[in-house]
């Protein structure tokens, strides 16, 4: 089979800005034609773009991305294949959900602290049924007019190291894997680029992880080349895609920039075998 396959997207069911339908629309326009959601701690969308999916000729395959810490690093594992319907997935997921809200709580009284007088029921107007994260609270600081915009929201407030941060509730990436297989799934170390050293990286390669995302936006080639190698070298699968939020990170472009060929869903599928 061939086509384009964007493997790491999100929508409203955690920070994305789209639907699962616009979603799809945009997708489809950009030219792709196997999709994976990957919202965070939350599978909410995957049932209904299944289902519209089929209708638009693009098939779309359940993931998920889960948040993981070694030695206080964000770890991001992504899970593809997993069964929505697994319960222990979902008791768990609904526990990460949880936590996110009780962070988010927590963040909003810290804000406070700070003389951003943020109403918290601002923060769950712009986060609706999703997975509630800093992307909303930093939207909502800029709708309420405390910030001047989104990235100033994360560089004095609600980045790592910035007084109003939180860290958030993380299991081990050896939890998460075992979540995922347990789920019927693959997991993925998601854009390794981004913070994972190397010494974790081989520490998560020694967990089990069953392969590397090694296309992503902050990816330079070279990077994705030796993540490529790294996965060769040790009998890894390949995923990619573009992380696209749906504008939020000025990422309206990525769509059908950053992608993998059908033939790496294949193999997923293979080893799944
Ligand atoms: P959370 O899951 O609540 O920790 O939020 C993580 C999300 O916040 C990431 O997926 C990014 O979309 C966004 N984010 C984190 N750090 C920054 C930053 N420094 N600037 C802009 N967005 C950020
Ligand atoms: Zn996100
Ligand atoms: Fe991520
Ligand atoms: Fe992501």
Redesign the pocket.
């Known amino acids: 089979m061939d086509g384009k396959a964007d493997l790491h997207l999100?929508t409203s069911y955690s920070?994305g800005a789209f639907t699962p339908q616009d979603l799809l629309a945009h997708a489809s326009r950009a030219g792709l034609t196997i999709l994976s959601i990957t919202d965070?701690d939350n599978t909410g969308a995957l049932r209904e773009a299944m289902e519209l999916g089929s209708t638009l000729g693009i098939e779309v395959i359940s993931g998920v991305e889960l948040?993981t810490t070694v030695d206080a690093q964000?770890i991001h594992l992504l899970g593809y294949f997993i069964d929505p319907e697994n319960e222990i997935l979902q008791e768990h997921l609904a526990i990460f959900r949880a936590e996110?809200l009780r962070?988010?709580e927590r963040i909003v009284q810290k804000l406070h602290e700070l003389k951003l007088p943020l109403p918290f029921e601002a923060v769950l107007a712009r986060a609706g049924t999703a997975?509630?994260?800093?992307?909303h609270?930093?939207a909502a600081l800029v709708e309420a007019g405390l910030v001047d915009n989104?990235?100033a929201a994360?560089?004095r407030y609600?980045?790592?190291g910035k007084p109003a941060y939180e860290r958030?509730y993380q299991v081990s990436p050896r939890e998460a894997i075992r979540m995922v297989a347990d789920a019927g799934g693959l997991s993925f170390i998601a854009h390794p680029g981004n913070a994972i050293d190397e010494r974790v990286l081989f520490a998560l390669i020694k967990e089990g992880v069953d392969g590397i995302e090694v296309v992503h936006p902050s990816h330079s080639s070279e990077r994705t080349a030796y993540y490529r190698g790294i996965a060769e070298e040790y009998f890894l699968l390949t995923s990619g895609g573009s992380d696209f939020?749906g504008g939020?990170?000025n990422d309206l472009d990525v769509l059908g920039r950053f992608s993998v060929p059908a033939e790496a869903v294949d193999k997923m599928r293979r080893r799944l075998r």
């Open positions: 999100h920070d965070h948040s964000d996110r962070r988010a997975s509630i994260g800093r992307p609270i930093a989104y990235q994360f560089g609600l980045g790592f958030k939020h939020r990170r």
